[in-house]
């Protein structure tokens, strides 16, 4: 099994719903990552989260971490086509911060207009 | 903006060829990383190197090797390319030290018929 599971796998909602996307460790994490990946490209950094309680938002996401589950949630409010994509979490899971990440598998969100 | 590039969004090659996967950053970034990606399975960390000439195996280095004899250039080989292999494979860089995020290239679809 995975160290870093993310859920669901994919997800379809109609324009303008909320939706949540849960990432969770098997280990400890040191620095957890958000990011989107439009179908085919790289990787764009969504947010970083490091403490226990932090949350951060950005436009209409917000991630939150939760140290004691090890579970980070990427929520979107009033989901939009733009929104559309693979949402990757990578985790840090080494105290000493080498910076080598382990991904989750991704999940793929489509909104329909 | 930090900008990573690789030399090819898809490349098609033979069984048994040699193939170099080139990515190139342009913000002095030491720290530099080659991942695959494959349906279900997220990305998964080939090699990753600190910096100049240094280089460490990732999670799954067999098949591979790399060169990272500039600053700016992290290469990915493969000695002989074998369909198992046919992936997206993509590029990080990033500054050293804690919770710096990896900025990623746009992949490279590599197809081994």
């Known amino acids: 099994s995975q160290e870093l599971e993310q859920s669901p796998q994919s997800l379809i909602v109609q324009e303008g719903k909320n939706l949540t996307i849960n990432c969770t460790s098997s280990?400890?994490?040191?620095?957890l990552y958000w990011y989107k990946q439009k179908y085919g490209e790289g990787l764009i950094f969504l947010m970083m989260?490091?403490?226990?309680?932090e949350e951060k938002s950005h436009e209409k996401i917000t991630a939150k971490l939760d140290e004691k589950k090890q579970q980070s949630s990427l929520h979107i409010t009033a989901s939009q086509p733009s929104h559309a994509g693979i949402y990757l979490c990578?985790?840090?899971?080494?105290?000493?911060?080498?910076?080598?990440?382990?991904f989750g598998q991704g999940t793929t969100l489509q909104v329909k207009p | 903006d930090v900008k990573v590039t690789q030399s090819s969004r898809y490349l098609v090659k033979r069984t048994g060829e040699k193939v170099f996967l080139e990515c190139v950053q342009d913000m002095d970034h030491e720290n530099m990383f080659w991942y695959r990606q494959d349906p279900g399975l997220g990305l998964r960390l080939i090699y990753f190197?600190?910096?100049?000439?240094?280089?460490e195996k990732g999670d799954i280095p067999e098949g591979y090797s790399v060169s990272r004899e500039k600053k700016e250039r992290f290469s990915l080989i493969l000695e002989s390319a074998s369909t198992n292999q046919t992936s997206m494979y993509l590029c990080?860089?990033?500054?050293?030290?804690?919770?710096?995020?990896?900025?990623f290239g746009p992949g490279t679809r590599l197809t081994v018929t």
């Open positions: 990080a860089s990033r500054l050293p030290g804690s919770w710096n995020e990896q900025y």
């Open positions: 990578g985790a840090d899971i080494s105290s000493s911060n080498t910076g080598k990440l382990i």
């Open positions: 280990k400890t994490l040191y620095g």
């Open positions: 989260l490091q403490k226990g309680g």
């Open positions: 190197s600190y910096d100049v000439k240094m280089k």
